[in-house]
């Protein structure tokens, strides 16, 4: 199971004011960049009202990122992560709620990333556990395989729960224990130590369309549920194209073909 919630996306006009900087090439730009109180702006200084105003929903600027750009952008992207650089300028917020198996293997990527988490250490007593904190969706009920004795895995994380209460209510003081007293460490490592991964945490976390491009390509087939559901959100990002098509270098492609692209991306003759 993977929880995704208040997303946003942020940093165009910069990526592409960076972008056109090596060339000098602003006036070039054909973006379009509009706050909420009807005022529009380009990279370039023009600016007026925008009649449209009305149409948008959300704090903050929106971003119409004009044909012109989008092209430098593909162009860009396509001839490699020395090129592309604006992409590490977009960058994505995101709350994420998902089991603690899937963020062991998310923690793989530390470069453009930055994660505040809610805290099992310090929380992890704070309410009762329930089936809804654990992702459960895959786990065999009874009658799965008949005659053996643990078949029935749902049971197993009922058990797992209920134990899991019962060290919470002594530790909280709601059990009264006759060597062990409220608040008293050993229940808690009870908790720490018996807490399965499938328990769901949510972290509030900071990428950018270069870090989801590296994610997009090495898990959009992967075995994980999560990695799907996280995969297709990626596909419904602004401008995804960017994201998650693969750049010349990944296509086989002869070597003069990517130098002539890498020598139009130089000249930048829009």
């Not at 009305?54 to 090129?83: C, K, P, V, W």
């Not at 799965?144 to 134990?163: F, G, K, M, W």
Request: glycine letters at 6%; charged letters at 25%.
């Amino acid at each position: 199971m993977l929880k995704i919630e208040n997303i946003e996306v942020l940093g165009w006009e910069a990526a592409i004011r960076g972008m056109r900087n090596p060339m000098n090439s602003w006036e070039k730009s054909d973006s379009v960049f509009v706050c909420n109180n009807g005022d529009w702006h380009t990279i370039s200084g023009d600016s007026g009202p925008f009649h449209e105003v009305d149409e948008f929903s959300t704090d903050g600027e929106q971003a119409y990122i004009g044909s012109g750009d989008l092209d430098l952008m593909t162009r860009l992207r396509n001839a490699g992560t020395d090129h592309r650089k604006f992409m590490r300028m977009i960058a994505v917020y995101v709350d994420l709620t998902g089991p603690l198996y899937w963020w062991k293997e998310f923690d793989t990527y530390k470069v453009g990333t930055v994660a505040n988490s809610c805290s099992t250490m310090h929380k992890i007593h704070s309410k009762p556990f329930t089936r809804d904190d654990f992702s459960h969706e895959h786990l065999l009920g009874e009658g799965c395989i008949p005659d053996h004795a643990y078949q029935n895995s749902r049971d197993v994380l009922d058990l797992t729960i209920e134990s899991l209460n019962f060290w919470r209510g002594i530790f909280v003081g709601e059990i009264t224990g006759e060597s062990i007293e409220k608040g008293d460490k050993r229940a808690w490592w009870q908790m720490i130590q018996l807490l399965p991964s499938s328990y769901n945490q949510r972290r509030t976390v900071m990428l950018n369309y270069e870090v989801l491009a590296n994610i997009y390509k090495s898990r959009r087939n992967h075995k994980l549920d999560e990695w799907h559901t996280f995969c297709d959100w990626i596909e419904s990002l602004p401008y995804s194209e960017l994201i998650t098509r693969p750049s010349i270098k990944d296509i086989p492609i002869s070597h003069e073909i990517m130098e002539d692209a890498k020598r139009r991306v130089r000249e930048e003759n829009l």
